[in-house]
């Protein structure tokens, strides 16, 4: 039987060459895994040769499949997810292995969590989607505002914010394109016990004594939080990354129904979006002065705020490296708690989580 090892699919894109870089960096060989031998081998190359290559390609699946071995840890980082997704979590189930992925789609993640969970946990699998900043940190920050509020915390919201001028060139093609892709798509809340539509909902937090405003968005954090905490009745997470826009985009949102049901519009945005990923180009590189800032605050029955968390970091991408590269390193040498679908306090717990991520560059800010 081979022994198990971490591999990466789509390891030459721009999120996989930044985890094939950090995973180096802590002492990993991982296998390289994409649909160009040469570009692989290059990348293989360059992180100081030896490492094994494999082509794999989602339109292929059984290429896919075949990259993937019992106790594997795999590590997705192709998306659009919604469109190229399914691949490797199916690989990942039927092989019984740890699969992380770097979604942030709403509709992917709502999908793992209540279509692919139950059959993963049925073949000894663990699914650990949004394995990113999108959406670690506001599981963290959110778990331990409900530690330090208690028994009586009955709310949670979340926001997600990203400042500096390198911000938007920061974006990848694939960020871009799956953007593309989340217009159209229907977002959802978690309010009175259960999954709920959310249509534009918008909020304010104050974040380093300045009011920012946020759009609300589906994310793991509503499917994650509630079975950890059974008091939990409304999970809301918010980005910030639009700033004086956001309240625009809420209205915008509102008309998403509207908009989705038009004859062709969802054929269109495909379209753009693969023109998108055809267009390529690297992000830019790390820009000096971007950070990230998490905040989660807890509430009562009453609307009374009972305990905050801030989380504070840099680049996002470098943090989803980061945090990818400690979470399949951890998870190959110790695994994981549970099957199915989990959350990343479910995988890892709520102690090592917060030193996993203080390593990936966020940290709690006191």
Known sequence: MATPRIVLFGATGFTGRLTAEALAARGARPLLAGRDQTRLAALADAL??????????VGRPESVRKIVSPGDVLISTVGPFVRWGEAA?????????????????????????????PAAAARGAALLTAFGY???????AASLALRKAGSGAVRVDVGYFVEGSGTARRASAGTRASALGMVLEPMYGFREGRIVPEHGRTRKFLVDGRVRHG?????????????AHPGLREVNVYLGWLGGLTRVAGVLAKATPVIAALPGIRRATDALADRVLRAGGSAAPAAVGVSSRIV??????????????????????EFTAGVLAWAATTALAEGVHGTGALGPVDAFGLDALTRGCAEAGMAVRE
């Open 48 to 57: 100081g040769g030896g490492l094994p290559i494999a082509v794999a390609d």
């Open 134 to 140: 999108d959406y670690v940190p506001g599981n963290l």
């Open 215 to 227: 759009l609300a968005i589906g994310a793991s954090e509503h499917f994650t939080l509630p079975p």
């Open 296 to 317: 989660a605050e807890a509430y009562d029955a009453g609307g009374r705020r009972l305990a905050a968390v801030h989380l504070a970091g840099g680049d996002p991408y």
């Open 89 to 117: 979590v199916t690989a990942a189930t039927e092989a019984g292995a740890v699969y992380l992925d770097t979604a942030g789609e709403p509709t992917f993640v709502k999908r793992i969590f209540q279509r692919y969970g």
